[in-house]
């Protein structure tokens, strides 16, 4: 009977693909047979075993003298499934580099993995800075940095730069690296350098210069023709350059020094590489990104909105999109209270003492809305969850035996973002951080920072991130807190990091002011990196908010403060989701995670009957129906619903489900307990089905 089975299913996957175009009314006419064994169904079909059962049924003739009745439009099922899958199935839910790059995977180098890519995209720019005044006399220059994916030049000019303009760059550029021009270092006095600026009539140069501190000021020269205040690196002759790895991409607007109040220039950003293999995988990832915008797939999936007549830079969260949430909210709780947590829950505002205290005021008031009065007392909506956690540590006197002391709130903040850098879900003015606070002796400091790593590679790994980039950063210049402290706290997190074996760098000086802390940036589908994860040492907060605990010899010490965040933000990490997966999520996370789609209206009740034992199990299911059984299907797809069951009287009769999903493609007909049991597995190992 087995062979039997798999027999028949395998000639109707077979008849799937011959009959996709056929009506019902052909269908119910045409008569052809399957008469040969699996293994040669490609064989051509005799007409004599399929014939007309009454006005809505054929019976198929097999194999082994066996044949069943199906409704006509049970065969156009498979046929739809069949079209369907051949249509929009093509495209897999999450592309790895190597299929964005072809049969050849090729993995992008970065500034700091290379040492030739800084000097590359430095020279790039001022190749690019060069061109463009040789092109259009009247340009006046500003800065023109590297970045992490190549560089770009900010521009004073009256007519705004067009697509053919920067073919035309581009030309100019590609003419300058073929000449092999010298790049040269020169070291001038602040005063000859003051003399040449105002001698080529460049004032935004004037306030370059005036915010250089050294006395000495270098120069680089390109050739004998053009120069620009730097510091360098540099190649040693634009020849070094690759022009057919260089690429002009696009034009934005900048204000001078970052200042809204100041004057618009043009930026012009490229992209510079060692090979144009790098480059075509680049430009390839680029594509690929494009296709995975959370914010197209946010409004395509019906899973958030941004609704400027409400207020830019405010997320609302739509069914499905808060469904999503409420998963990642519930699996974060249960963890951390696993892991010794106590949760917390408080308020959006506070007075304004509250801030002077901890010092926003004095240094994050830019970010921060104006407050308001009530009662004759100023409120502020929160920036920060900080104070809230350390009000509630300072609501008891500690003994050293309470120590550690972990609390954990998924808090909204409310920071002021100007227009133009609001950016879908990764730069909004209110979101929800999943911040926690470990207050403890300093002898703990490695430890905790040990199990708040453990933490964070179970969490992101949870969502199918598991390879970080790592970064250790030191005390910087301005800081609080003696060298013994810092050292201490630097070599405990150095120390946790080695106990638990990732790869990290040094980011020397580039702690913030209250203490060092370790970044973890993840990498996503098509090899793009993104900073989540933060571990912060204070030694700030104690000491302003005088935080005190009683130690062995009942004495008052001051306990140490560690901030630290793994999501970062649930609105921007959502995003990162959705790129990540391009809106195909995992089956525990997606919103619906099957959907019924019955033949005709008839088996409606049965589907809903289905849908609800479903639910029962905590499974997301839905019955659609009302249109074309290859439209039902194609929708399904479209909305990356992971599981579809097509329902006819067959499936009622035998009380089960006709499945396909997303990843598995068909499983077959199994009994409605057996689909159930696949899907609870699925979402108990975190993996598609």
Same mark, same amino acid.
């Given at each position: 009977?087995?062979?039997?089975?798999?027999?028949?299913?395998?000639?109707?996957?077979?008849?799937?693909?011959?009959?996709?175009?056929?009506?019902?009314?052909?269908?119910?006419?045409?008569?052809?047979?399957?008469?040969?064994? #699996?293994?040669?169904?490609?064989?051509?079909?005799?007409?004599?075993?399929?014939?007309?059962?009454? &006005?809505?049924?054929?019976?198929?003739?097999?194999?082994?003298?066996?044949?069943?009745?199906?409704?006509?439009?049970?065969? %156009?099922?498979?046929?739809?499934?069949?079209?369907?899958?051949?249509?929009?199935?093509?495209?897999?839910?999450?592309?790895?580099?190597?299929?964005?790059?072809?049969?050849?995977?090729?993995?992008?180098?970065?500034?700091?993995?290379?040492?030739?890519?800084?000097?590359?995209?430095?020279?790039?720019?001022?190749?690019?800075?060069?061109?463009?005044? !040789?092109?259009?006399?009247?340009?006046?220059?500003?800065?023109? +940095?590297?970045?992490?994916?190549?560089?770009?030049?900010? $521009?004073?000019?009256?007519?705004?730069?067009?697509?053919?303009?920067?073919?035309?760059?581009?030309?100019?550029?590609?003419?300058?690296?073929?000449?092999?021009? +010298?790049? &040269?270092?020169?070291?001038?006095?602040?005063?000859?350098?003051?003399?040449?600026?105002?001698?080529?009539?460049?004032?935004?140069?004037?306030?370059?210069?005036?915010?250089? !501190?050294?006395?000495?000021?270098?120069?680089?020269?390109?050739?004998?023709?053009?120069?620009?205040?730097?510091?360098?690196?540099?190649?040693?002759?634009?020849?070094?350059?690759?022009?057919?790895?260089?690429?002009?991409?696009?034009?934005?607007?900048?204000?001078?020094?970052?200042?809204?109040?100041?004057?618009?220039?043009?930026?012009?950003?490229?992209?510079?590489?060692?090979?144009?293999?790098?480059?075509?995988?680049?430009?390839?990832?680029?594509?690929?990104?494009?296709?995975?915008?959370?914010?197209?797939?946010? =409004?395509?999936?019906?899973?958030?909105?941004?609704?400027?007549?409400? /207020?830019?830079?405010?997320?609302?969260?739509?069914?499905?999109?808060?469904?999503? &949430?409420?998963?990642?909210?519930?699996?974060?709780?249960?963890?951390?209270?696993?892991?010794?947590?106590?949760?917390?829950?408080?308020?959006?505002?506070?007075?304004?003492?509250?801030?002077?205290?901890?010092?926003?005021?004095?240094?994050?008031?830019?970010?921060?809305?104006?407050?308001?009065?009530?009662?004759?007392?100023?409120?502020?909506?929160?920036?920060?969850?900080?104070?809230?956690?350390?009000?509630?540590?300072?609501?008891?006197?500690?003994?050293?035996?309470?120590?550690?002391?972990?609390?954990?709130?998924?808090?909204?903040?409310?920071?002021?973002?100007?227009?133009?850098?609001?950016?879908?879900?990764?730069?909004?003015?209110?979101?929800?951080?999943?911040?926690?606070?470990?207050?403890?002796?300093?002898?703990?400091?490695?430890?905790?920072?040990?199990?708040?790593?453990?933490?964070?590679?179970?969490?992101?790994?949870? $969502? /199918?991130?598991?390879?970080?980039?790592?970064?250790?950063?030191?005390?910087?210049?301005?800081?609080?807190?003696?060298? %013994?402290?810092?050292?201490?706290?630097?070599?405990?997190?150095?120390?946790?990091?080695?106990?638990?074996?990732?790869?990290?760098?040094?980011?020397?000086?580039?702690?913030?002011?209250?203490?060092?802390?370790?970044?973890?940036?993840?990498?996503?589908?098509?090899?793009?990196?993104?900073?989540?994860?933060?571990? @912060?040492?204070?030694?700030?907060?104690?000491?302003?908010? !005088?935080?005190?605990?009683?130690?062995?010899?009942? %004495?008052? !010490? @001051?306990?140490?403060?560690?901030?630290?965040?793994?999501?970062?933000?649930?609105?921007?990490?959502?995003?990162?989701?959705? %790129?990540?997966?391009?809106?195909?999520?995992?089956?525990?996370?997606?919103?619906? @995670?099957?959907?019924?789609?019955?033949?005709?209206?008839?088996?409606?009740?049965?589907? =809903?009957?289905?849908?609800?034992?479903?639910?029962?199990?905590?499974?997301?299911?839905?019955?659609?129906?009302?249109? &074309?059984?290859?439209?039902?299907?194609?929708?399904?797809?479209?909305?990356?619903? #992971?599981?579809?069951?097509?329902?006819? @009287?067959?499936?009622?009769?035998?009380?089960?489900?006709?499945?396909?999903?997303?990843?598995?493609?068909?499983?077959?007909?199994?009994?409605?307990?057996?689909?159930?049991?696949?899907?609870?597995?699925?979402?108990?190992?975190?993996?598609?089905?």
């Amino acid at each position: 009977e087995r062979e039997r089975e798999s027999t028949h299913s395998r000639h109707l996957t077979a008849m799937a693909f011959v009959v996709p175009a056929l009506s019902r009314r052909a269908l119910g006419s045409l008569c052809f047979s399957l008469s040969h064994p #699996p293994c040669c169904w490609w064989q051509p079909f005799l007409t004599r075993d399929l014939r007309p059962v009454g &006005r809505r049924k054929v019976r198929f003739g097999f194999p082994y003298s066996y044949g069943r009745q199906y409704q006509c439009r049970e065969v %156009e099922a498979f046929s739809s499934l069949a079209a369907a899958q051949e249509s929009v199935g093509r495209m897999e839910p999450v592309t790895k580099m190597e299929d964005v790059n072809g049969a050849k995977h090729v993995v992008l180098p970065t500034n700091e993995s290379s040492q030739n890519l800084v000097p590359i995209r430095h020279t790039s720019a001022h190749v690019m800075a060069m061109a463009v005044q !040789k092109l259009y006399p009247s340009a006046q220059v500003t800065i023109g +940095p590297w970045i992490e994916k190549g560089f770009y030049y900010d $521009f004073d000019m009256a007519e705004p730069f067009t697509e053919n303009d920067l073919k035309k760059i581009k030309k100019e550029m590609d003419h300058i690296i073929v000449r092999n021009l +010298p790049l &040269r270092r020169e070291e001038v006095s602040r005063e000859e350098a003051e003399r040449r600026i105002k001698e080529i009539n460049e004032p935004y140069k004037l306030e370059i210069l005036d915010s250089i !501190k050294s006395e000495l000021i270098t120069i680089y020269h390109i050739g004998d023709e053009w120069w620009d205040l730097c510091a360098g690196p540099h190649v040693e002759s634009t020849g070094q350059l690759n022009k057919k790895a260089i690429e002009l991409e696009w034009v934005a607007g900048a204000y001078w020094r970052g200042d809204e109040n100041n004057r618009m220039l043009q930026r012009i950003y490229g992209t510079a590489w060692e090979t144009v293999e790098h480059l075509r995988a680049y430009k390839l990832q680029q594509e690929e990104a494009k296709r995975r915008d959370h914010r197209r797939i946010g =409004q395509d999936l019906d899973l958030f909105s941004l609704q400027e007549e409400a /207020g830019g830079g405010l997320v609302f969260w739509h069914p499905k999109g808060a469904i999503i &949430r409420h998963l990642i909210e519930d699996f974060w709780k249960k963890i951390h209270l696993q892991r010794g947590y106590k949760l917390l829950y408080t308020p959006h505002v506070a007075k304004m003492d509250l801030w002077k205290t901890s010092g926003h005021l004095d240094f994050y008031k830019e970010n921060m809305f104006d407050q308001m009065s009530i009662e004759d007392d100023l409120y502020q909506l929160r920036p920060m969850n900080c104070p809230y956690h350390i009000q509630i540590y300072k609501d008891a006197l500690r003994s050293y035996r309470d120590l550690p002391f972990r609390v954990a709130e998924l808090g909204t903040v409310y920071r002021y973002e100007k227009s133009g850098a609001l950016h879908g879900l990764f730069r909004v003015r209110g979101f929800t951080q999943d911040d926690a606070h470990i207050f403890c002796l300093p002898e703990q400091i490695r430890g905790e920072i040990r199990a708040v790593l453990d933490l964070t590679e179970s969490i992101l790994s949870q $969502f /199918g991130f598991k390879k970080y980039e790592v970064n250790l950063s030191t005390k910087p210049e301005k800081a609080v807190g003696s060298d %013994e402290i810092w050292e201490n706290a630097t070599v405990a997190l150095k120390e946790a990091l080695d106990d638990k074996g990732w790869n990290y760098a040094f980011d020397d000086g580039g702690g913030t002011f209250y203490g060092p802390k370790i970044d973890v940036k993840i990498e996503d589908a098509i090899g793009r990196k993104w900073q989540c994860s933060t571990i @912060q040492v204070d030694f700030n907060l104690p000491e302003r908010f !005088k935080l005190v605990y009683i130690d062995s010899s009942q %004495e008052r !010490k @001051q306990p140490i403060m560690i901030h630290r965040a793994i999501l970062g933000s649930l609105e921007r990490f959502f995003g990162i989701l959705i %790129e990540n997966y391009a809106g195909d999520f995992p089956l525990w996370l997606a919103p619906v @995670q099957a959907r019924l789609l019955p033949v005709t209206d008839s088996e409606v009740p049965y589907c =809903q009957k289905v849908v609800a034992k479903m639910a029962g199990e905590d499974i997301r299911a839905e019955v659609v129906s009302g249109e &074309r059984l290859s439209r039902l299907i194609r929708n399904a797809e479209t909305q990356r619903i #992971p599981l579809m069951a097509v329902v006819g @009287q067959r499936e009622v009769e035998s009380h089960t489900l006709t499945v396909r999903t997303r990843h598995g493609g068909e499983l077959g007909t199994l009994s409605v307990d057996e689909v159930l049991s696949k899907i609870k597995q699925s979402v108990a190992n975190r993996t598609f089905l």
